[in-house]
C-alpha cells in the first residue's frame, strides 16, 4: 500500500500553512533536503520533522536576465541553511545583482505560480 501522505506533500502541507519544516535523521541528527523517505546520509527511515531556523548564507547566486516587459532580471541562489542543507530559491526585496555569495539571508514562505515556496530576504541587522 502506498503512503499518500510522502514527504514533498508534509514539506508542501507545511509550507501551505506557513511553516518550513525540514526533514531530520532521528539516527544520526543530519537534516536533508529534499524531503526523502530515507536519511541520505546513514539510509535511517527514522526521518522526523523540524521547523527551520530559516536563517542561512547565500551559497551560490546568478542573475537570470530578462526583458522588462517579461518581469525584468531575477536573482537564483542557492541558500545554505544554518541547519546545513541547501535550498534553490531567490532572495527579494533588492536588486538581483546585489545578492552576494555569504550574505545573511532570513527565509519566508511566499508564492509562485500559485503554490507556496521558501523564498529569501537580506536578514536585517
Ligand atoms: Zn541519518
Redesign the pocket.
Known amino acids: 500500500m502506498q503512503d499518500a501522505k510522502g514527504p514533498d506533500q508534509f514539506f508542501q502541507h507545511a509550507l501551505a500553512n506557513g511553516e518550513i519544516s525540514l526533514p531530520m ?1 532521528e ?2 541528527g ?1 537534516y536533508h533536503f529534499f524531503p526523502r523517505v530515507l ?1 541520505p ?2 539510509y ?1 527511515a527514522a526521518i522526523s520533522w523540524r521547523q527551520s531556523s530559516g536563517k542561512g548564507r547565500v551559497y551560490t547566486t546568478t542573475v537570470v536576465r530578462r526583458k522588462p516587459e517579461h518581469g525584468g532580471d531575477y536573482n537564483v541562489c542557492m541558500v545554505e541553511l544554518d541547519e546545513g542543507v541547501r535550498m534553490m530559491s531567490r532572495v527579494e526585496g533588492i536588486a538581483p545583482g546585489e545578492v552576494a555569495i555569504d550574505m545573511a539571508v532570513t527565509a519566508f514562505v511566499g508564492e509562485a505560480e500559485g503554490v507556496p515556496v521558501v523564498l529569501f530576504k537580506p536578514s536585517e541587522g
Do not use: E
Request: hydrophobic share 10%.
Open positions: 535523521c539516527d544520526c543530519a536519511c546520509h546513514c535511517g
